[in-house]
Nanobody, 122 residues
Framework: QLEESGGGVVQAGASLRLSCVAS????????VGWFRQAPGKEREFVAA????????YYADSIKGRFTVSRDNAKNTVFLQLNSLKPEDTGTYYC?????????????????WGQGTQVTVSQ
């Protein structure tokens, strides 16, 4: 089971730190991705990190503003959101890939959290 936290309502330019904690199983050998879904839109890839943290991957729309990291000892993956914009509003989901190297495609992910809401106002 994956559980996200850290979302909230913030103004443009603010920062948030999202956490994704795994329980019941380890995700230390899984790539982990973050996706988001805005109302009326499809779920989109945001960022991902491989099992050893040696590789991180980002969508062009958030590159330079968001940072993904992980602490395998705590079975937790983080997403630091900086310089937030209204278009970053949505529900953010973390997901564990089947393998060590994460995919950009949601269909490749096996385990999903319930999501945490991020709302950015002008």
């Amino acid at each position: 089971q994956l559980e996200e936290s850290g979302g909230g309502v913030v103004q443009a330019g603010a920062s948030l730190r999202l956490s994704c904690v795994a329980s019941g199983r380890t995700i230390a050998e899984n790539g982990v991705g973050w996706f988001r879904q805005a109302p009326g839109k499809e779920r989109e890839f945001v960022a991902a990190i491989n099992w050893r943290s040696s590789g991180t991957y980002y969508a062009d729309s958030i590159k330079g503003r968001f940072t993904v990291s992980r602490d395998n000892a705590k079975n937790t993956v983080f997403l630091q959101l900086n310089s937030l914009k209204p278009e970053d509003t949505g529900t953010y989901y973390c997901a564990a890939d089947r393998g060590r190297i994460p995919s950009r495609f949601s269909a490749d992910y096996t385990y999903w959290g319930q999501g945490t809401q991020v709302t950015v106002s002008q």
